[in-house]
């Protein structure tokens, strides 16, 4: 493990200035708020290596899909999260020399982010040219509690002098993104204006027409006295600023507090949209940054009382696991239905911003157990609303009679993926989403969920695999060829396992569910399908390992030289970024969990005994290079009793970004696999599993912890699960009493009541 910043239970703390890790540090120290966030950019002009970034929540952009050759069916587009006007924007110059850290000599840098409370700090001493030393203080968050509102407080104390200092503050939509495909400009001004201590912004993405009004006020203190200022006022398109220069007492700090609201269409009419963002800010200036500070940090106190894992005895998987968990929620809050969790949250480019799989497959799990039930149906509600488009992704490929495809990647409910192998063939995408609304009911009891949106779902993807497999008179089975399972280091491949396990499962759910919604409904499958169906779900072609209970990933999967990842020299890991394609595809190492996803998935349909075998095959083959890959590891290494296996893997998911391992973390963080990370402990460690038939846990302790303490829902009644290394105790906040399985033993807990029993 190779600790980028300093250890700390609830903070991320970067106590010496190292540029090199600058890209890395503003991705790890983001901020957000649900509806915009930004990267740890300085406020001041920084001429070093850095990704500077600004993020609004549903705000996207179509840019044009490049690829060498097109090929029917391809996406048009990918579509692309925008970098969006620069709001944080505060320069400082001295006798004519602009602070610059890339350019001056630091004397104190510290940097922190207080996970607590959501607040982003930096102290830095630095001297200019002219040899005057002046301190540096900025404190900024994005507002938990008024999500259009960000703010700073930016103290300047000069050290050896007194003097003048000209403070420049201003709003710079002149932005572009670092991922564009053709260097394209995606942004057009609709207005702007600029006043003493105030400005306004108003832009409109081209094509996609969406328009965001940034607007800002900020006033200028003598300490704790409020400073009667004259700024000049400057503007030219896309930009507006307030400049003034200020005599300044050596010993005493000035502070300029900024103030900026953002707002779009996402939310507002166009016609409303400046209007809202002025007075936006207005109540903001007017109720001043130590209450807004003060509203926020209470927000983010609530959110801590029932999300918080505490870990006793390790600091690193304790600050691992808050790390996780404080991104998770800067990024998704579950405010608002139009919105989804894009892999990289607000923390940067890659990947477009948008939907994946991940979504379903790893985040629902998180907000089922933390938050109220009405999130997560909103996020699958989300994919009831695209079902439309995805019937329509799906005729694009030639399928028919209501059969739906969902996209691999998309904003809209359409496919926007610009890789042949992601887009044509890693279909298992669609099994998640069926495995989601199954995964949602078992944990809510939702019927009217299920008839009203679930199985027009459930009958769109069962349609769909009904089609894509076909019949081989060699096998006297159904087959699916050329796909890409989970595994991304193999693609088109025939029968991969866990593509035919969960198509498979999802036509069988799709039945149950058709046969138990007794009304008629215009979704339901006729008798013809259901024939149909039923005859593939008898039928389906699995690949085993011949004499053991190994399932083969692929068919072929043995002609592959059977290394182990330990085979590979440290010098060439990750073998993504060593490697060429073609050798990676001919290698036999996992990207992530492929079989072992499924067995993840529906771990109640394989015996203990597989799942240790299929484990011992698949884990030394696995390199671990796709974030969503350590955490299922965790959980089924708990499931066989492997704790120092399950440590291992925690401690590389937990620290997946903090520490950087798989050399990405510039590029944003790995947002949905932090759910993952979540999943590890609550379902690994302390083996939580919701069944149709009530709660089950099993839990285990590293003995490196001490202790461990986390609060879930279960129907809607909250509960904590305390785990030493001598007991468990199990207490029930809710109002009623709770029935469940502990390591085997049924028990019953009263409201309000605390459970206690020998850990075995």
Same mark, same amino acid.
């Given at each position: 493990?190779?600790?980028?910043?300093?250890?700390?239970?609830?903070?991320?703390?970067?106590?010496?200035?190292?540029?090199?890790?600058?890209?890395?540090?503003?991705?790890?120290?983001?901020?957000? #708020?649900?509806?915009?966030?930004?990267?740890?950019?300085?406020?001041?002009?920084?001429?070093?290596?850095?990704?500077?970034?600004? *993020?609004?929540?549903?705000?996207?952009?179509?840019?044009?899909?490049?690829?060498?050759?097109?090929?029917?069916?391809?996406?048009?587009?990918?579509?692309?999260?925008?970098?969006?006007? +620069?709001?944080?924007?505060?320069?400082?110059?001295?006798?004519?020399?602009?602070?610059?850290?890339?350019?001056?000599?630091?004397?104190?840098?510290?940097?922190?982010?207080?996970?607590?409370?959501?607040?982003?700090?930096?102290?830095?001493?630095?001297?200019? /040219?002219?040899?005057?030393?002046?301190?540096?203080?900025?404190?900024?968050?994005?507002?938990?509690?008024?999500?259009?509102?960000?703010?700073?407080?930016?103290?300047?104390?000069?050290?050896?002098?007194?003097? #003048?200092?000209? $403070?420049?503050?201003?709003?710079?939509?002149?932005?572009?993104?670092?991922?564009?495909?053709?260097?394209?400009?995606? =942004?057009?001004?609709?207005?702007?204006?600029?006043?003493?201590?105030?400005?306004?912004?108003?832009?409109?993405?081209?094509?996609?027409?969406?328009?965001?009004?940034?607007?800002?006020?900020?006033?200028?203190?003598?300490?704790?006295?409020?400073?009667?200022?004259?700024? @000049?006022?400057?503007?030219?398109?896309?930009?507006?600023?307030?400049?003034?220069?200020?005599?300044?007492?050596?010993?005493?700090?000035?502070?300029?507090?900024?103030?900026? /609201?953002?707002?779009?269409?996402?939310?507002?009419?166009?016609?409303?949209?400046?209007?809202?963002?002025?007075?936006?800010?207005?109540?903001?200036?007017?109720?001043?940054?130590?209450?807004?500070?003060?509203?926020?940090?209470?927000?983010?106190?609530?959110?801590?009382?029932?999300?918080?894992?505490?870990?006793?005895?390790?600091?690193?998987?304790?600050?691992?696991?808050?790390?996780?968990?404080?991104?998770?929620?800067?990024?998704?809050?579950?405010?608002?239905?139009?919105?989804?969790?894009?892999?990289? %949250?607000?923390?940067?480019?890659?990947?477009?911003?948008?939907?994946?799989?991940?979504?379903?497959?790893?985040?629902?799990? $998180? *907000?089922?157990?933390?938050?109220?039930?009405?999130?997560?149906?909103?996020?699958?509600? *989300?994919?009831?609303?695209?079902?439309?488009?995805?019937?329509? #992704?799906?005729?694009?490929?030639?399928?028919?009679?209501?059969?739906?495809?969902?996209?691999?990647?998309?904003?809209? %409910?359409?496919?926007?993926?610009?890789? =042949?192998?992601?887009?044509?063939?890693?279909?298992?995408?669609?099994?998640?989403?069926?495995?989601?609304?199954?995964?949602?009911?078992?944990?809510?009891?939702?019927?009217?969920?299920?008839?009203?949106?679930?199985?027009?779902?459930?009958?769109?993807?069962?349609?769909? =695999?009904?089609?894509?497999?076909?019949?081989?008179?060699?096998?006297?089975?159904?087959?699916?060829?050329?796909?890409?399972?989970?595994?991304?280091?193999?693609?088109?491949?025939?029968?991969? =396992?866990?593509?035919?396990?969960? /198509?498979?499962?999802?036509?069988?759910?799709?039945?149950?569910?058709?046969?138990?919604?007794?009304?008629?409904?215009?979704?339901?499958?006729?008798?013809?399908?259901?024939?149909?169906? +039923?005859?593939? &779900?008898?039928?389906?072609?699995?690949?085993?390992?011949?004499?053991?209970?190994?399932?083969?990933?692929?068919?072929?999967?043995?002609?592959?030289?059977?290394?182990?990842?330990?085979?590979?020299?440290?010098?060439?890991?990750?073998?993504?970024?060593?490697?060429?394609?073609?050798?990676?595809?001919?290698?036999?190492?996992?990207?992530?969990?492929?079989?072992?996803?499924?067995? *993840?998935?529906?771990?109640?349909?394989?015996?203990?005994?597989?799942?240790?075998?299929?484990?011992?095959?698949?884990?030394?083959?696995?390199?671990?290079?796709?974030?969503?890959?350590?955490?299922?590891?965790?959980?089924?290494?708990?499931?066989?009793?492997?704790?120092?296996?399950?440590?291992?893997?925690?401690?590389?998911?937990?620290?997946?970004?903090?520490?950087?391992?798989?050399?990405?973390?510039?590029?944003?963080?790995?947002?949905?696999?932090?759910?993952?990370?979540?999943?590890?402990?609550?379902?690994?460690?302390?083996? &939580?599993?919701?069944?149709?038939?009530?709660?089950?846990?099993?839990?285990?302790?590293?003995?490196?912890?001490?202790?461990?303490?986390?609060?879930?829902?279960?129907?809607?009644?909250?509960?904590?699960?305390?785990?030493?290394?001598?007991?468990?105790?199990?207490? #029930?906040?809710?109002?009623?009493?709770?029935?469940?399985?502990?390591?085997?033993?049924?028990?019953?807990?009263?409201? @309000?009541?605390?459970?206690?029993?020998?850990?075995?």
């Amino acid at each position: 493990m190779r600790n980028l910043f300093d250890i700390d239970p609830w903070k991320i703390i970067e106590s010496k200035f190292d540029p090199s890790k600058q890209k890395q540090a503003e991705s790890i120290f983001s901020i957000g #708020n649900g509806s915009f966030g930004q990267r740890a950019n300085f406020e001041e002009n920084y001429s070093g290596p850095s990704l500077q970034g600004s *993020y609004i929540g549903g705000v996207y952009y179509p840019d044009k899909t490049r690829v060498g050759w097109w090929k029917n069916g391809y996406p048009e587009y990918f579509a692309k999260v925008l970098n969006s006007t +620069n709001w944080i924007g505060i320069q400082i110059s001295i006798d004519g020399e602009q602070l610059d850290l890339h350019n001056q000599q630091i004397k104190h840098f510290h940097r922190e982010l207080d996970m607590k409370t959501g607040i982003l700090k930096r102290m830095v001493r630095v001297v200019f /040219a002219n040899g005057k030393e002046l301190a540096i203080e900025s404190t900024r968050f994005c507002s938990m509690a008024r999500e259009e509102i960000g703010a700073i407080a930016y103290t300047v104390t000069p050290l050896n002098f007194s003097g #003048n200092v000209k $403070f420049t503050t201003y709003l710079d939509g002149n932005v572009t993104n670092h991922d564009a495909n053709y260097d394209e400009f995606f =942004w057009l001004e609709d207005s702007r204006k600029v006043d003493l201590q105030k400005g306004i912004i108003c832009t409109r993405t081209k094509k996609t027409d969406f328009c965001v009004a940034t607007a800002m006020r900020f006033s200028f203190w003598k300490e704790k006295e409020l400073l009667t200022i004259h700024p @000049n006022s400057f503007q030219r398109e896309l930009y507006v600023e307030n400049n003034f220069e200020h005599y300044l007492e050596q010993g005493i700090a000035y502070t300029l507090k900024k103030y900026v /609201a953002i707002t779009s269409t996402i939310n507002h009419s166009e016609f409303e949209l400046a209007a809202k963002a002025i007075k936006r800010v207005r109540d903001a200036y007017t109720t001043g940054f130590d209450i807004l500070r003060q509203e926020h940090e209470a927000a983010w106190a609530e959110i801590w009382q029932s999300a918080d894992i505490v870990i006793d005895g390790d600091v690193a998987s304790q600050q691992g696991i808050r790390f996780n968990i404080f991104h998770l929620y800067q990024t998704y809050t579950g405010k608002n239905a139009k919105l989804n969790i894009g892999p990289k %949250g607000f923390t940067g480019e890659k990947y477009g911003g948008a939907t994946y799989w991940d979504t379903e497959a790893y985040c629902l799990p $998180f *907000y089922l157990k933390t938050a109220d039930p009405k999130v997560a149906r909103q996020l699958l509600v *989300y994919r009831y609303n695209h079902l439309d488009r995805a019937i329509e #992704n799906a005729e694009k490929l030639g399928f028919k009679d209501g059969a739906a495809l969902y996209p691999m990647v998309t904003m809209n %409910g359409e496919e926007c993926h610009n890789e =042949w192998e992601i887009t044509f063939e890693e279909i298992h995408r669609n099994g998640a989403i069926a495995f989601g609304i199954y995964n949602y009911v078992r944990h809510t009891g939702d019927v009217e969920y299920l008839e009203t949106f679930g199985l027009p779902v459930l009958a769109g993807i069962a349609r769909f =695999w009904a089609q894509r497999f076909n019949w081989s008179e060699a096998k006297q089975a159904y087959v699916m060829l050329g796909v890409t399972g989970p595994n991304e280091y193999e693609n088109n491949v025939n029968n991969n =396992w866990y593509t035919n396990y969960i /198509a498979r499962w999802c036509i069988s759910y799709c039945l149950q569910v058709n046969a138990k919604i007794q009304r008629s409904l215009p979704e339901k499958l006729t008798t013809r399908e259901v024939e149909q169906f +039923n005859h593939i &779900v008898d039928h389906v072609y699995f690949p085993v390992l011949e004499g053991t209970e190994v399932f083969l990933q692929q068919d072929g999967f043995m002609d592959k030289e059977q290394l182990s990842a330990s085979d590979i020299p440290s010098a060439q890991r990750p073998i993504n970024q060593h490697w060429s394609w073609d050798r990676i595809l001919r290698s036999i190492f996992i990207k992530q969990a492929d079989v072992l996803q499924g067995i *993840y998935l529906f771990e109640d349909h394989f015996s203990l005994e597989q799942i240790k075998e299929n484990f011992d095959f698949y884990e030394p083959k696995t390199v671990h290079e796709s974030s969503l890959s350590p955490c299922v590891h965790v959980i089924l290494a708990a499931k066989i009793g492997r704790l120092d296996k399950a440590l291992e893997l925690y401690l590389r998911t937990s620290r997946l970004d903090l520490d950087d391992y798989n050399h990405e973390a510039d590029e944003g963080l790995h947002i949905t696999s932090m759910a993952g990370t979540w999943m590890s402990v609550v379902e690994g460690l302390a083996g &939580v599993r919701v069944y149709e038939d009530g709660l089950a846990i099993t839990p285990q302790i590293p003995s490196a912890w001490q202790r461990y303490s986390f609060q879930i829902r279960y129907q809607n009644e909250p509960l904590i699960i305390d785990v030493s290394q001598k007991e468990i105790k199990i207490t #029930n906040l809710g109002s009623k009493l709770l029935s469940c399985e502990l390591a085997g033993v049924n028990i019953e807990i009263e409201a @309000n009541a605390t459970y206690q029993a020998a850990l075995k």
